[in-house]
């Protein structure tokens, strides 16, 4: 069992930076995929980063590539998120989830992919 609590969203203005993070209980953080989802008011969940166990191995949705970067540190049990160059379409609830295994490059994207999920940080990027 992984349960995880995001923190770090908040209001920012357009062009600005926020970090997120995503604690993690439980001794099977270093051995499971992570990522980041987000969602928008009245939209689909999407798929925005991934990160592999190791922290050697990254992908981003086109949308956040070049602004954002996904990175884990597994002796704090923790995934983060820096998102720079904010843009009002990067407005969401920002959520980590987790799978608790290596994850194939097919199905990263894929939120059917992850067992566990945080509740979710809200980010509202201001025009």
């Known amino acids: 069992q992984v349960q995880l609590v995001e923190s770090g969203g908040g209001l920012v203005q357009a062009g600005g930076s926020v970090r997120l993070s995503c604690a993690a209980s439980?001794?099977?953080?270093?051995?499971?995929?992570m990522a980041w989802f987000r969602q928008a008011p009245g939209k689909e969940r999407e798929f925005v980063a991934t990160i592999a166990r190791n922290g050697r191995a990254t992908s981003y949705a086109e949308s956040v590539k070049g602004r954002f970067i996904i990175s884990r540190d597994n002796d704090k049990n923790t995934l983060y998120l820096q998102m720079d160059s904010l843009k009002p379409e990067d407005s969401a609830v920002y959520s980590c989830a987790a799978h608790p295994a290596v994850v194939s490059s097919s199905y990263f994207s894929s939120e059917r992919t992850y067992e566990y999920w945080g509740q979710g940080t809200q980010v509202t990027v201001s025009s």
């Open positions: 439980g001794r099977t953080f270093s051995t499971a995929a």
